[in-house]
C-alpha cells in the first residue's frame, strides 16, 4: 500500500545525544516536510524539500538537520544543540509544492 | 507573522449533535485544508478547499472556503463517538506549503 512511513514511533534519547528519525514514502511525491506538535499547539515546520538534493528551513530549524538525497527519503536528525527535543515529530508529503498534505503516523522523541 | 485563529478550543457534545468549528487569518490565504488527528497519530485529510466561497463536503462533514479568504469553517453533522479527536485547520498564503500554518486545534469528546 502506498504511504507514509516514519521510525521509530517511540524514542528514548539522552542528552547530548543525536538521533536520526527516519522518514519514507512510496507516493512519488516531490515535497517532503517535518513538522514538531507540542501538547495543546498546532504544527509548526522544521524543514522541507520540494526537491531531491535541495531543503528549505523552517520556521524552527535550529537544532535540527535534514538530507534529501533519495526522493523517497527525508531523515530528520534532531541534534544536542534542539534545547527542547521532546515532542511528536510529524513527517508529510505533497505531490507538488502547493498540494495537500498527508502525514505519517508520527515519532514520540522523548530526552531522559 | 501570519496568524490563524481556530476555534473553540474544545467541544463537549451529546452523540447525535451538530458541531462547528472555524478558523480566521490575519491575512488572505489561497488554501484551506481540515484536517483529524487520533492520539498518537498522524493527521489525516478530511476536505480541501481551494476557491472562495467553495462548499464542499465529506459524508458528515462540510467545510467553507470564506468569502473573504480570510476564514473557513467545518461542520459535523449528527456526530458519533468515532468523530472525537483533535480537528486542524490549515491555511496557505503562499504557492509552497513552507507557507502553510496550522491553527491550534479543536479538540472534539462526544457521549454516547
Known amino acids: 500500500d ?19 528519525l527516519s522518514c519514507e514514502q512510496n507516493l512519488n511525491h516531490d515535497a517532503m516536510y517535518w513538522y514538531r506538535q507540542d501538547p495543546g499547539q498546532g504544527l509548526r515546520l522544521i524543514y522541507y524539500s520540494q526537491i531531491v538534493n535541495d531543503f528549505q528551513k523552517g ?54 | 507573522g501570519q496568524q490563524l485563529n481556530q476555534s473553540p478550543q474544545s467541544m463537549f457534545i451529546q452523540e447525535g449533535e451538530d458541531v462547528s468549528m472555524n478558523c480566521t487569518s490575519s491575512s488572505i490565504f489561497n488554501t484551506w485544508l481540515w484536517y483529524k488527528q487520533d492520539p498518537g497519530e498522524g493527521p489525516v485529510l478530511l476536505i480541501a478547499l481551494y476557491k472562495a466561497g467553495e462548499l464542499t463536503s465529506n459524508g458528515r462533514l462540510t467545510a467553507q472556503f470564506g468569502i473573504t479568504r480570510k476564514d473557513s469553517f467545518l461542520n459535523i453533522s449528527a456526530s458519533i463517538p468515532s468523530d472525537v479527536g483533535i480537528y486542524f485547520c490549515a491555511g496557505n498564503y503562499g504557492g509552497s506549503q513552507g507557507n502553510l500554518i496550522f491553527g491550534k486545534g479543536t479538540k472534539l469528546s462526544v457521549k454516547p
Open chain 1, 2 to 20: 502506498g504511504g507514509i512511513t516514519q521510525s521509530p514511533k517511540y524514542l528514548f534519547r539522552k542528552e547530548g545525544q543525536n538521533v536520526t
Open chain 1, 59 to 112: 520556521d524552527i530549524a535550529e537544532g535540527y538537520s535534514v538530507s534529501r538525497e533519495k526522493k523517497e527519503s527525508f531523515p530528520l536528525t534532531v541534534t544536542s544543540a534542539q534545547k527542547n527535543p521532546t515532542a511528536f515529530y510529524l513527517c508529510a508529503s505533497s505531490i507538488r509544492a502547493d498540494g495537500e498534505l498527508f502525514f505519517g503516523e508520527g515519532s514520540r522523541l522523548t530526552v531522559l
